[in-house]
């Protein structure tokens, strides 16, 4: 996820201070990684650097000065190529979990084995995503869709390598 982009879109609502633009992403999109407020005040210095957020204004304290920032022309234009672009697919070509079956293989240990065990976590945590699912908001739906969507791929992966295991120990061994 682009931090900056996801921040300049926060502003495009209106000016904020760094700690409600934090506040805001976390709603938002932190839900399981709140974003820390080194990363928004370091992502707003870059960001003002660039030309795409100013300060709008300055806010005196009894701690640190509080900028409120607002998003430039520049800004809203940035945002919008963003949007525009789509992302790359990720394939995962190159996989740890591949990586470890053929080592296992290359090794003489239990492949099988490995693969039952990532088999019961990607269970484990589909059954915590799937309760997640069921008690969340629309937003939070969506995010453990994505991710149970994906883990059912692996799941798919998981079972064609264990059905394939002999074929592949013959091929990597040889």
Avoid at 79 to 94: D, T
Avoid at 128 to 151: P, V, Y
Avoid at 155 to 172: G, H
Wanted: glycine share 8%; charged share 30%; with cysteine.
């Amino acid at each position: 996820m682009s931090i900056g982009h996801t921040l300049l879109g926060l502003l495009e609502s209106g000016p904020r201070h760094g700690y409600d633009l934090k506040r805001a992403f976390d709603e938002r999109f932190g839900h399981d990684r709140p974003l820390a407020y080194g990363q928004v005040y370091s992502t707003m210095a870059r960001l003002l650097k660039n030309g795409l957020v100013e300060v709008d204004g300055i806010e005196p304290g009894g701690g640190p000065e509080r900028k409120r920032y607002a998003i430039t022309d520049a800004g809203v234009t940035d945002v919008e190529q963003w949007l525009a672009q789509p992302e790359k697919p990720e394939p995962y070509l190159q996989t740890t979990l591949y990586a470890k079956v053929v080592l296992a293989l290359l090794t003489g240990r239990p492949a099988a084995d490995l693969l039952d065990t990532q088999r019961a976590e990607h269970l484990r945590l589909m059954r915590e995503l799937t309760r997640r699912k069921s008690g969340g908001d629309l937003t939070d739906q969506l995010i453990c869709d994505h991710a149970l969507f994906h883990l059912e791929a692996d799941l798919r992966w998981l079972e064609l390598t264990a059905a394939r295991l002999d074929q592949l120990a013959a091929e990597v061994t040889r």
